[in-house]
């Protein structure tokens, strides 16, 4: 860190060094943005799914929940739930809520309508079929 | 103080302590939610406490960056601020859409929060860490750019140090990244992958950037050791993050319907991470074995090294624990991910806000240094606060290998809820520690009541 490697030296290095790796990131996004549609289960993309995630984000979901794994650790993984549980089962669920069982976690009851229900049932369905590359390990999340 | 204008920065400071408080009495209550699952319930749900949990967090950090700003800025360009005015008018304006942020994500349901305040016009909200309303994000702009307007046209009128640039492209790029925030598509996949590019290139990529200059600017006012030097080694570390963290980012495009490159691409380059943190630990330690005077404040010498040691225990080692993509088919989404979070946040940026608000509060407050009462107090609340954060990390860590093995790794996995169960004396363990390093922040706080005008030697 002395003698002959000045600060100039260091700085140049932090500006060719940051704009090639940035450069290089964005054209992996490129690439990214070309082989997600192969991987990403949008031919599914329907209005109810669309519908669907919106119930999920309006009622803060991922505040509890992880889904693929990115939320909170709260309580379970719902990005394979539709797998693990089934439509029916998880619609009853959502309407059985809260079990009020002493001293057990609660999720509050959302009031959902049943048309919001089969719409996030839908995203849950979606979300289910997306290439995760064999995440998460097994059925359990 | 140098420059009158720094005053600004105090407001900013003091809001940032008392957010830093909100935030940990709410952890405490979803660390109690975590073994007692009806705590508080329904006034509480864990939903919306850990909002406000990471919301605060961000906030405090943000105002305490602010702060920072506002402080070392005039001091570094050799000029008194653009504009004080406008500063303390985006103080009371980012203060007041903070509070009621957080008290409409007390008051009323989230469903009702997102219909009335437009998320109907553009929908951005109930995605992790960027759950604020429509008219808050538009806010956060709005006070980043009069913020950033403030302190560039400072620095147009004054000296350009490498420490006041690198802590001006932190804070750009804070603000340039933040707009990814508006982009939330319905296709999943990109929703994802653009998510990251608010929350992965803020933490380990710009926000490093304002790490580093804080951190320089300490170091060069408590060691006395020469600026050339110095920002010399704020260059090599921030070029060492930037190089691993930016194709870092593919760490967290392992599972999420993304090309399986990334996990080649992810592990090698975040693999790498530790290094910045590594060299930022030995810089530390360095300046100040070097140093050419004894700054009376060795509090703020101590927050100093102490970023050092745990940025790179939290943000270095306990990220590359999960990192490699073989480690994280297992560990995703687990209490590791927790464990790591916690102590990468407190280690990198709740630390180095603290390093910086203990050299400069007792400077705006018209002293040197604090009285060695004073000073004795904050560095019991620094051991009492780092300390518990080691043990909350280390305990949720053994909960999250138990986590895996239950769940994931045994021939028999186990439902989540099952293992949960299993694990909840790790939750009591930490819920204890997470007492303690409240027991450490109050402490922290009467340290600034602890008087005594003793020591105003030089600056």
């Known amino acids: 860190m002395s003698g002959t490697f000045t600060k100039s030296m260091a700085r140049n290095i932090f500006y060719g060094g940051t704009v090639f790796f940035a450069l290089l990131f964005l054209a992996l996004t490129f690439d990214s943005m070309q082989t997600i549609p192969k991987r990403d289960n949008h031919a599914n993309l329907t209005p109810a799914v669309v519908a669907g995630k919106k119930v ?86 | 103080m140098q420059y009158s204008s720094q005053s600004v920065a105090k407001p900013y400071f003091i809001a940032a302590i008392g957010l830093f408080l909100g935030q940990v009495l709410f952890g405490l209550i979803m660390g109690l939610q975590y073994v007692i699952g009806d705590f508080l319930f329904p006034a509480i749900p864990f939903n919306v406490a850990r909002m406000v949990h990471t919301n605060l967090l961000i906030v405090w950090l943000l105002f305490g960056f602010m702060g920072a700003a506002y402080y070392m800025i005039p001091e570094e360009t050799e000029t008194e601020l653009y504009s004080p005015k406008l500063a303390i008018a985006m103080f009371w304006v980012f203060l007041v859409a903070g509070a009621a942020t957080i008290l409409g994500y007390l008051l009323v349901p989230y469903a009702t929060l997102a219909h009335l305040t437009g998320n109907d016009i553009l929908e951005t909200m109930g995605r992790e860490f960027l759950e604020q309303p429509l008219i808050t994000k538009v806010g956060i702009v709005v006070v980043a750019l009069v913020f950033l307007f403030n302190l560039t046209m400072t620095m147009l009128k004054g000296r350009k140090t490498s420490i006041s640039l690198v802590l001006m492209m932190g804070l750009w790029g804070l603000a340039v990244f933040f707009l990814f925030s508006f982009y939330n598509p319905s296709n999943l996949v990109l929703d994802k992958y653009f998510w990251w590019w608010v929350v992965h290139l803020w933490v380990e990529g710009v926000w490093e950037l304002i790490l580093g200059s804080l951190l320089a600017f300490v170091l060069i006012k408590v060691t006395g050791v020469d600026r050339e030097v110095i920002e010399k080694w704020l260059y090599v570390i921030i070029t060492l993050t930037l190089v691993t963290g930016i194709i870092g980012t593919g760490h967290h495009y392992f599972w999420i319907g993304t090309p399986e490159y990334w996990q080649w691409w992810g592990s090698v380059f975040s693999a790498l991470e530790p290094i910045p943190f590594f060299a930022m630990t030995v810089f530390a330690f360095n300046m100040v074995n070097r140093r050419r005077r004894e700054h009376p404040n060795k509090a703020a010498t101590l927050w100093a090294l102490g970023t050092g040691v745990m940025s790179f225990l939290g943000a270095g080692v306990w990220g590359f624990l999960h990192t490699l993509a073989p480690v994280n088919y297992y560990t995703h989404g687990t209490q590791i991910t927790a464990a790591h979070g916690h102590m990468a946040f407190y280690g990198a940026y709740a630390m180095v806000v603290l390093t910086i608000i203990s050299y400069a509060m007792p400077i705006l407050r018209g002293r040197a240094a604090n009285s060695e009462r004073s000073q004795v107090l904050e560095m019991w609340a620094f051991w009492l606060m780092t300390v518990a954060m080691v043990f909350i990390t280390l305990f949720l860590t053994a909960a999250g290998i138990l986590q895996v093995w239950l769940q994931r790794y045994s021939s028999t996995p186990i439902p989540f809820m099952a293992a949960q169960d299993q694990i909840s004396i790790f939750y009591w363990l930490r819920e204890g520690t997470g007492v303690m390093f409240l027991i450490g922040l109050l402490l922290y706080i009467v340290s600034f009541f602890v008087g005594g005008n003793e020591k105003a030697k030089a600056a």
């Open chain 1, 56 to 141: 999920w984000e309006t009622n803060n979901c991922i505040g509890c929940h992880t889904l693929m794994g990115e939320g909170a650790y709260f309580a379970p993984e719902l990005g394979n739930v539709y797998k693990r549980r089934g439509p029916e089962f998880i619609k009853a669920w959502i309407q059985s809520q809260p079990t009020g069982a002493p001293g057990r976690r609660q999720m509050p009851n959302f009031h959902l309508t049943e048309q919001q229900l089969n719409d996030l049932v839908e995203f849950l369905k979606y979300s289910s079929e997306i290439n995760t590359a064999n995440w998460p390990p097994n059925i359990e999340g």
